[in-house]
C-alpha cells in the first residue's frame, strides 16, 4: 500500500465532494432547516385534526330488529365523562347504505336477530377488528354492527367511538343483570390483581430503542454514503475521468481505498450530525418523548456502540462503492440504489425478533451481529466478548469489500463504458449474464415491500398466489426480453430413469435431515416459541383443505421457483462460479427470498439440493418433483399429526445415510456428458 498515494488520492475525493456546494447544502444546511419545519408542522396538522374531531357532529343512523334498545342504550351511555366529545345526531334515512355512499352517514349501527347474527359471524373468515382492537365474535346472540367507510377518516373515527361506546354499554349492562341476580360483588372487585416492573425506566427505554436503533442508524448512513457514492465511480465513468485516474501511478487499491474512505468519513459525519440534531430538538422540545422516557448511557456504552457502528459503516461504505462500480452511469447507480436500501433494512431489524442474543451465531452474521448487540447495550446488558467479535466480523467483512472493489477496478468491463455498451449492443445471453442479479434484486424488493404493505395480501393464499405468480411471471419476461434458449433453461434432455427413482428416495430421507439441520440451527439460533407457532401457521394453514394445501404449498412452489431459481437464475450464472459455489450461492438466494429470518436457513439448505439436483442433472425436471413431494411429504406427515423432532439422532444419521446414497446416484447416472 502506497500511503502518501493513498493520502493525496483521499484528500482528492473530499476536496470534489466539498467543492459541490448542493451536496453540503442538501446534506447538512436543509436537514436542520427542514426537520423542525416537519416536525413542527406534522404535530399542528394533527392537533388541528383531533380539534377538528372533536367538533364534529356524526350523523348515524340505527337499523334492525331491536334498534329501540340499541337507541336506549346510546342516549344512556354517550353522556358518559369518556364520550364527553363524542356529538352524535341520529338520522333516519331510507336505505343506509346509499345514505353511506352519499356521505350523510357518517356510520349506521345495524342491529341483528340470533340467527342473522349467527350467519353473519359464519360468513366472515378473518377476525374483523376496529382500530387496534379486535371485536368479539359470540354465537348464540343479537348481534350489534357498526357500518362504515373505513376510507374516510372522518367517519373511522366516529365508528371506532360508537364500538367503544357499545363495548362500555355491553359491560355496565352485563354487570347489573349480575348484581340483579344476586352476584355478591362487583366483577371486576373480587380479586385485587396488581403487576410489579423490576425493570427500570432507563432499561425499559433501552429495550424500546434499542429494537430500531440500529434501523435508524442504517438509513442515515446509507442515505449519507449514497450522496457520494453515487458519483464516486458511476459519475467518473459518465464524465470519462476514471480510465486517466486508473492510468496515473496509484495503485488500484490505493484508488478503492481512497474512494472507500471518502465514503465512510462523508457517511459518518452526516450521521453524527443528524444524530446531533435530534438531540438538540429533545432539548428544544420539537421532539417530544415518551412518558417516563428515559436512556442512561455510560461512556463505557457510548464507547461500545461507536466501536459497533464504525466497522458498519466501513462494511457499508464498502457495498456502496460496489454499487456504484458496477453501475455505468450515474442514473444506473441511482436505480441500484432501492433495492440496496431494503436488503440492509432488512437484517437491520432482527433486533426487532425477541429471543435472539448476540452469544450465538448470531454475532458472525454481518448487520444482524450489530443490530442485537447495539440492542443488548441500550439495554443495560451489553456482553463485551460479543461486541468484540461483532467488531471483528464487520471489520473483516468491510476489508473484503474493499478488497473485492479493488478488484473490480482491474476489469475492462467495469472500467470502460464501451464494453457494456457493446454488450447492450448484443444482447441477449451475454447482457443477461450481467444483470441478472439486478432482475432477481429488484423482484425480491418488489414483493417484499408489496406484501407487507397491501393488507389484501396478509392471508396464506393472497401471498403464496402474490409471490409465485410475481416470480413465474419475472421469470418468463427475462426469458422473453433477452431471447434465452427455452430448453437450455429447462435442461429438457432425457434424463436416466435410477435419477427418478433416487429422487423419490430421497425426499423422506431428505426430510429427516432437514429437520436434524433446523434442530441443530435452533440451538445455535434459538427461535421464539411463539414464532415457531406463527411459522408453522405459515408453513400449513389451519382451514384450508388439503388439496388446496397441496396446489398451494407443493405444487405451485414447485413450478414457479424452479423455474426461477434452478432455471432462470442458475443459467445466469453457470458460467461465474465453481459448480458448488453455484449451488451456495443459488440456494441462499432461494432462502433470501421466503423473507423470515427462521426461515431462511432451512429453505436455502433446501435450495442447496435442488440446485445440487439441477447442476448434476442439468434439468430442472427431477428437482422439480423432488420439490413437489417433498413439500407434499411435510403436508402430510403434517395431516397425520406425525412429529419428526421425536426421532433420536440415530434415525437422523440412517436418514442421511439413505440421502447420501440418493444424491450419489443421482450424481452417477445425471452428471452432465
Known amino acids: 500500500m502506497n500511503w502518501a498515494a493513498l493520502k493525496l488520492l ?34 399542528y396538522v394533527q392537533r388541528q385534526q383531533a380539534i377538528q374531531l372533536d367538533q364534529t357532529t356524526f350523523h348515524y343512523a340505527v337499523t334492525g ?21 363524542f356529538n352524535l345526531q341520529e338520522l333516519y334515512p331510507t336505505h343506509p347504505d346509499q345514505a353511506l355512499e352519499d356521505r350523510t352517514l357518517h356510520f349506521y349501527v345495524r342491529t341483528m336477530t340470533i340467527v342473522e347474527a349467527d350467519e353473519a359471524a359464519a360468513d366472515d373468515d378473518d377476525t374483523p377488528t376496529l382500530g387496534s382492537q379486535p371485536v368479539e365474535r359470540v354465537t348464540g346472540l343479537p348481534g350489534l354492527q357498526v357500518v362504515y367507510r373505513g376510507s374516510q377518516q372522518v367517519a373511522l373515527t366516529g365508528a371506532e367511538r360508537m364500538v367503544d361506546l357499545m363495548r362500555a354499554a355491553r359491560r355496565n349492562e352485563s354487570y347489573s343483570i349480575m348484581f340483579s341476580r344476586g352476584f355478591p360483588s362487583h366483577p371486576e372487585g373480587i380479586l385485587a390483581m396488581t403487576a410489579s416492573n423490576v425493570a427500570t425506566d432507563s432499561q425499559i427505554s433501552g429495550s424500546n430503542l434499542g429494537r430500531f436503533f440500529t434501523v435508524v442508524l442504517v438509513v442515515w448512513l446509507v442515505a449519507a454514503g449514497s450522496i457520494v457514492a453515487m458519483d464516486i465511480i458511476a459519475g467518473e465513468k459518465e464524465r470519462g475521468t476514471l480510465e486517466t485516474l486508473i492510468t496515473s501511478g496509484a495503485g488500484r487499491a490505493e484508488i478503492a481505498t481512497a474512494k472507500h474512505l471518502a465514503i465512510w468519513t462523508v457517511g459518518l459525519v452526516i450521521t453524527f450530525t443528524q444524530v446531533l440534531y435530534a438531540l438538540i430538538y429533545i432539548r428544544l422540545n420539537v421532539i417530544q418523548l415518551p412518558a417516563n422516557f428515559e436512556i442512561d448511557l455510560s461512556a463505557q456504552s457510548i464507547a461500545q456502540l461507536f466501536v ?16 456504484s462500480a458496477y453501475a455505468k452511469t450515474y442514473k444506473e447507480a441511482q436505480l441500484h440504489f432501492f433495492p440496496f436500501f431494503v436488503g440492509t433494512l432488512v437484517p437491520s431489524l432482527a433486533a426487532v425478533l425477541p429471543g435472539l442474543k448476540s452469544r450465538s451465531i448470531i454475532a458472525f452474521i454481518p448487520l444482524v451481529n450489530v443490530s442485537v448487540a447495539a440492542r443488548e447495550v441500550l439495554t443495560g446488558r451489553p456482553d463485551p466478548l460479543m461486541i468484540g467479535v461483532t467488531a471483528v466480523v464487520m471489520s473483516l467483512t468491510a476489508a473484503a469489500l474493499i478488497r473485492y472493489s479493488a478488484k473490480l477496478l482491474t476489469r475492462e468491463d467495469i472500467v470502460v463504458p464501451t464494453q457494456h455498451e457493446q454488450a447492450i449492443l448484443e444482447g441477449g445471453e451475454r447482457l443477461f449474464q450481467r444483470r441478472v442479479f439486478q432482475w432477481f434484486a429488484v423482484m425480491w424488493a418488489v414483493t417484499f415491500a408489496v406484501v407487507t404493505n397491501v393488507s389484501q395480501l396478509q392471508s396464506p393464499r393472497a401471498q403464496i398466489l402474490f409471490n409465485e405468480i410475481g416470480i413465474l411471471a419475472g421469470s418468463i419476461l427475462m426469458i422473453w426480453r433477452y431471447r434465452l434458449n427455452l430448453r437450455d433453461v429447462l435442461g429438457t434432455h432425457r434424463v436416466r430413469w435410477p435419477v427418478w427413482a433416487a429422487v423419490l428416495m430421497a425426499v423422506p430421507a431428505a426430510q429427516v435431515v432437514a429437520v436434524a439441520f433446523f434442530r441443530l440451527m435452533n440451538t445455535i439460533i434459538p427461535t421464539p416459541t411463539e414464532m415457531l407457532r406463527e411459522l408453522g401457521k405459515q408453513v400449513a394453514p389451519t382451514g384450508m383443505p388439503l388439496w388446496q394445501m397441496i396446489f398451494f404449498m407443493a405444487i405451485l412452489p414447485a413450478v414457479c421457483e424452479e423455474l426461477a431459481f434452478r432455471g432462470v437464475l442458475l443459467h445466469g450464472v453457470r458460467n461465474r462460479f465453481h459448480p458448488v459455489v453455484r449451488c451456495l450461492f443459488v440456494g441462499i438466494v432461494f432462502g433470501v427470498f421466503h423473507y423470515t429470518l427462521f426461515r431462511i436457513a432451512p429453505t436455502a439448505l433446501l435450495g442447496v439440493i435442488l440446485t445440487a439436483i ?60
Open 10 to 43: 483521499f484528500k482528492h475525493e473530499m476536496r470534489m465532494v466539498l467543492r459541490s456546494r448542493r451536496t453540503v447544502v442538501t446534506s447538512l444546511v436543509l436537514p436542520a432547516v427542514l426537520m423542525p419545519g416537519l416536525i413542527l408542522g406534522a404535530r
Open 614 to 673: 439441477a447442476v448434476m442433472t442439468g434439468s430442472i425436471f427431477p428437482g422439480l418433483l423432488f420439490h413437489a413431494a417433498n413439500n407434499s411429504f411435510a403436508i402430510g406427515m403434517d395431516a397425520a399429526g406425525i412429529s419428526q423432532n421425536r426421532f433420536d439422532w440415530g434415525t437422523y444419521v440412517a436418514a442421511f445415510g439413505v440421502f447420501f446414497l440418493s444424491m450419489h446416484t443421482i450424481w452417477r447416472y445425471g452428471k452432465e456428458r
Open 308 to 323: 459497533l457502528f464504525v466497522p458498519l459503516a466501513a462494511a457499508i461504505a464498502a457495498a456502496l462503492l460496489i454499487v
Open 65 to 85: 330488529p331491536w334498534a329501540d334498545e340499541a337507541r336506549r342504550l346510546i342516549e344512556r351511555y354517550k353522556h358518559a365523562p369518556e364520550f364527553k366529545n
